[in-house]
């Protein structure tokens, strides 16, 4: 009995050192991107300046409904990054709240999306042929056959204009993405062997679904989720630049684009600062799932 | 042998692969040579690197394969270094390649006269054939390969045809350019052992009848032995043996040749084999000395450290294998 | 009609049998008649060959036996129990532990992103569920080495062995269930022949040890040669021949098992005299949309006459002594007496 606890000790031991190994290729592969790599230390910087915003801005008061008529329209500066507002606000610190809403919203968006998008484009794939896929590819169809834009505006004007409905609005063009995406990968592999051997096991269904399946194909998803937040902030934006998303005075770079758009070109500086705000984390998602896709894709 | 009797030399050729951050050593020092009129066989398991030798002939190897070292002579033409009008003229009108796969070869939106004649244009150009005389040419060569009904054949799209019929296509295609040489690829995977059988006699009459010398490749031994009169077994990027097609299977003289042809399932009933043991090398980061060495029975100490050559052992056998080094040294000594 | 009786005579018991089985497939340009009436038997401990050419039918017939098609028609009794009518999905667990398949291509046969350990557990999850970790580790490392792996392989990727091991990676999960009937579906087509005869030889060894039955899906002649007892031989959807191995490669009787035998690529002159002569592959397999009338391989055969045109041949019982021979063709039909 205890040369058989020595032999799985020893195994199990094994087996992480097997996983941190790979985990390590996997970190090489990446590594090997210098553009992912830039990637990945803006999003890391950016993270943690949202993160601690309260901290990391200069002004964190400015963030709300602060007014200083005596500071309103001044350039750049070193004691204004970014010039300030028409009410007297200092624009860096706002942008830097911005980028806390913007990160919020891209989590709740894509932790809500990604599942829901990945589960029924698993069972509609899987399921294929059946009635369950066209119900769920039919109404996939529906909301993707609606421009995009124009399916959250009407959504944010109907409901009440706020952050909150931007973003169920921009959920709910997402997911039928997703879930397009998962169901072709999925309709592709369930056909395969190996699906076939597990299933001549006794494999349950949902098991061949998320066990088998699901890490042959979350490679993809996962690259496909970051180059999407870049657009989930853009159409959140977008929206807000519109008036129909967050509201004055909160600090979201799509609603401060548009707020300080009254002052162009003579305040011009204004913008500079949530535009380079909503640029740069674009930028960043972009790199990190162009560093991604490598991993992946060296697998 | 002279010179001039020599249709082909490959001379000490080595082939490696760059990837983004590897380099794979395939080829290591290949020697073969092919006299005109001549069949040779290549044999050697899948990763041999007996496609790479054959795409390195016609300097056709992908972007990221690059031909280091050795001298590939075609006549008295060095292809490594002729012009590329004279590389050009070799592959339209001197030698032929059939591909692997026939229906990776042939694209799936065009019909096969729109492909063939899109061949024949590259081939005849600078003549003055028209449209209609390339047709025809085509549909010539369909009757070649003994398509039924080659007209309609002209008129299909790939997937109309059966596999049969597709290979027999690309092997009508590599005819239009084989004047000389015939580069046969692993010419009948993939098909059925009825249809293979009927591929490999058309292949061989139409080499007798055009009187073309032809290399084949395969990695399936009965099939080279009975179209070949040599045959070079491939390992590891290396040719270890070279010997007459009558010689090879019933005497295998290197540790490797012994064990594939052991090995291969036959149909007398005897006692199966008990397979080689480990893999083929890793080409990132090849065996020293004999790239067999950690798979072989016989391994000595001297094959992990020094590369054997091909040395003849016998009036038209070659092996490059320690094993019978050491006996030509020993009884040199005895002598 | 059917010769299965005479069959029922060996003292092994019978583990699967097919009656009569058609699986047609329908298509927009036609009903593909894949798989249209055969029956056979594949006894305990032994191993059936079922070669033919590809659109024979013997795939399609592979997988109405594992459940992945319906049958048509006729029926698959395993152990007396009809499950040709039965997807996998509603086939009960001992049912799918029973029979295993092992696929041609272990490359797709092998989750890319699973472990070694993790492929073969699944298995011994799934139908031994009360062992305990160490149980199951301890019963994994003893498949391993009984299909002659050792435990470095455990934590690796299918990506990271060679083809040989992948197969008998794939032959441990199979093994994992402990059937009792094995579908070997090519089970060395995509493997160098350096590969090749260690499958085959533990292939033999597993039956040896636990005999098993096989059905053995092959293209490859030479296979069929080495570990099969009997073969059955297919062309398109019908079983032409069937016979005790020996007695086929030593004188096959149907034209195209004849066809077969001598497109076979030989190693030696030895070899070479052991083929069928005076025959030579001509023509192709017929679509199974529309077979050709009467016998099906009329097109293609040297010794077609009238009949062969017009009428179907009927199983020809040819069986000497206790060695049962069933041949589908005209040409033995005098010498038959259960002569239609």
């Not at chain 1, 829901?116 to 769920?136: C, D, M, P």
């Not at chain 2, 209609?132 to 070649?144: F, G, M, P, T």
């Not at chain 3, 992103?113 to 139908?127: C, G, Q, R, S, Y």
């Amino acid at each position: 009995m205890s040369s058989k606890d020595i032999d799985i000790e020893f195994i199990l031991k094994k087996e992480r050192e097997m996983k941190r190994e790979r985990l390590k290729r996997a970190w090489f592969r990446f590594k090997r991107s210098k553009l992912a790599l830039t990637g990945l230390s803006i999003f890391l910087a950016l993270l943690i300046a949202a993160t601690f915003a309260d901290y990391v801005a200069p002004y964190p008061k400015h963030a709300g409904t602060y007014v200083n008529f005596k500071e309103r329209f001044q350039p750049p500066s070193l004691k204004h990054l970014f010039g300030t507002d028409h009410l007297g606000r200092d624009i860096f610190s706002r942008v830097i709240f911005g980028l806390r809403l913007a990160f919020l919203m891209i989590g709740i968006v894509i932790s809500i999306v990604l599942p829901t998008g990945t589960v029924l484009g698993l069972i509609a794939g899987y399921y294929k042929g059946r009635w369950i896929e066209h119900i769920i590819m039919r109404l996939a169809d529906m909301f993707v056959a609606l421009p995009p834009l124009i399916l959250a505006l009407s959504i944010c004007a109907i409901l009440e204009p706020n952050i909150v409905n931007a973003m169920i609005a921009v959920t709910l063009m997402w997911w039928p993405w997703y879930t397009r995406m998962v169901y072709s990968m999925t309709s592709a592999l369930r056909n395969e062997p190996y699906v076939w051997a597990v299933r001549a096991l006794g494999m349950r269904d949902l098991s061949i679904m998320f066990k088998e399946i699901l890490p042959n194909i979350l490679g993809p998803i996962l690259t496909k989720a970051t180059l999407d937040a870049a657009w989930v902030i853009l159409i959140g934006a977008a929206i807000s630049f519109l008036g129909l998303g967050a509201q004055p005075p909160t600090p979201d770079l799509g609603t401060m684009v548009s707020e300080y758009m009254t002052y162009f070109p003579k305040n011009w500086w204004m913008i500079l600062g949530p535009v380079l705000g909503i640029a740069i984390i674009i930028m960043a998602f972009n790199l990190l799932g162009d560093g991604l896709r490598e991993v992946f894709a060296g697998e | 042998m002279s010179e001039a009797s020599t249709l082909l030399k490959v001379e000490d050729l080595y082939v490696k692969y760059r990837s983004y951050w590897y380099t794979y050593h395939v080829l290591d020092g290949v020697s073969i040579r092919i006299k005109p009129g001549e069949k040779v066989g290549l044999i050697g398991e899948s990763g041999a690197g007996k496609t790479t030798l054959l795409k390195s002939i016609l300097r056709i190897l992908p972007p990221q394969g690059r031909i280091t070292k050795g001298k590939i002579l075609y006549k008295d033409i060095n292809l490594l270094r002729c012009s590329k009008g004279t590389l050009l003229e070799i592959r339209r009108k001197k030698v032929g390649m059939i591909f692997q796969d026939p229906l990776a070869a042939l694209n799936p939106v065009f019909t096969i006269k729109e492909q063939m004649v899109d061949i024949l244009k590259y081939i005849y150009k600078g003549s003055n054939y028209k449209k209609s005389d390339l047709e025809n040419i085509a549909l010539e060569l369909l009757r070649e390969v003994m398509l039924p009904d080659p007209e309609r054949v002209l008129n299909s799209y790939p997937f109309q045809l059966s596999g049969g019929m597709r290979q027999r296509v690309v092997i009508a295609m590599a005819l239009a350019s084989a004047q000389e040489l015939l580069l046969a690829d692993e010419p009948t995977t993939n098909l059925d052992v009825t249809i293979q059988a009927q591929i490999l006699k058309l292949i061989s009459n139409l080499v007798e009848k055009r009187r073309l010398s032809m290399v084949l490749v395969s990695h399936a031994l009965g099939m080279v032995r009975s179209m070949t009169k040599r045959i070079y077994v491939m390992y590891g990027g290396n040719i270890v043996e070279e010997a007459p097609s009558s010689k090879l299977f019933n005497e295998p003289l290197h540790p490797y040749t012994q064990l594939l042809i052991e090995n291969a399932p036959k149909i007398i009933a005897t006692k199966l084999g008990e397979g080689i043991k480990g893999n083929p090398p890793d080409y990132r980061y090849p065996p020293p000395g004999c790239r067999f060495h950690p798979r072989c029975p016989y391994a000595m100490d001297i094959c992990k450290k020094v590369k054997p050559l091909l040395i003849k052992v016998n009036n038209d056998r070659y092996v490059a294998c320690h094993l019978y080094a050491e006996k030509d040294m020993i009884k040199k000594l005895e002598v | 009609m059917a010769n299965t009786d005479i069959e029922k005579g060996s003292e092994h018991p019978i583990m699967l049998r097919l009656k009569n089985l058609k699986k047609y497939f329908p298509t927009s340009r036609g009903t593909v008649k894949a798989v249209d009436g055969i029956s056979l038997n594949v006894f305990k401990g032994e191993t059936l060959a079922l070669v033919g050419e590809s659109g024979s039918g013997k795939t399609t017939t592979a997988h109405v036996i594992l459940g992945r098609y319906i049958a048509t028609e006729g029926s698959v009794l395993y152990k007396n129990i009809e499950i040709g009518h039965m997807p996998l999905i509603k086939r009960p667990l001992w049912l799918r532990r029973e029979i295993q398949i092992v696929f041609q291509d272990p490359a797709t046969s092998l989750n890319p992103k699973k472990t070694v350990k993790d492929i073969i557990e699944v298995a011994i999850k799934i139908h031994y569920p009360k062992l305990s970790k160490l149980d199951r580790v301890e019963r994994l490392l003893e498949l391993l080495r009984y299909v002659g792996l050792t435990e470095d392989f455990l934590f690796k990727l299918p990506g990271e062995l060679g083809g040989g091991e992948k197969q008998l990676v794939a032959l441990a999960r199979a093994l994992a269930t402990d059937p009792k009937f094995l579908i070997l579906d090519e089970p060395t087509s995509a493997l160098d022949v350096s590969a090749q005869s260690k499958i085959l030889k533990t292939l033999l060894n597993i039956q040896r040890d636990r005999r098993l039955s096989y059905i053995l899906i092959t293209h490859d002649l030479a296979v069929v040669r080495n570990i099969s007892h009997r073969v059955a031989v297919m062309y398109l959807g019908k079983i032409v021949e069937k016979a005790p191995t020996e007695e086929l490669f030593s004188n096959p009787l149907h034209p195209y098992t004849r066809m077969l035998l001598s497109s076979i690529p030989t190693l030696t002159e030895e070899e070479s005299k052991l083929l069928p002569k005076g025959i030579e592959s001509t023509g192709e397999i017929a679509s199974a949309i529309n077979p050709p009338p009467g016998c099906r391989f009329h097109p293609r055969c040297p010794y077609a006459m009238d009949i062969c045109k017009k009428m179907e041949p009927p199983d020809i019982n040819v069986s000497k002594g206790s060695k049962v021979r069933i041949v589908k063709c005209w040409l033995y039909a005098e010498e038959s007496k259960t002569k239609l």
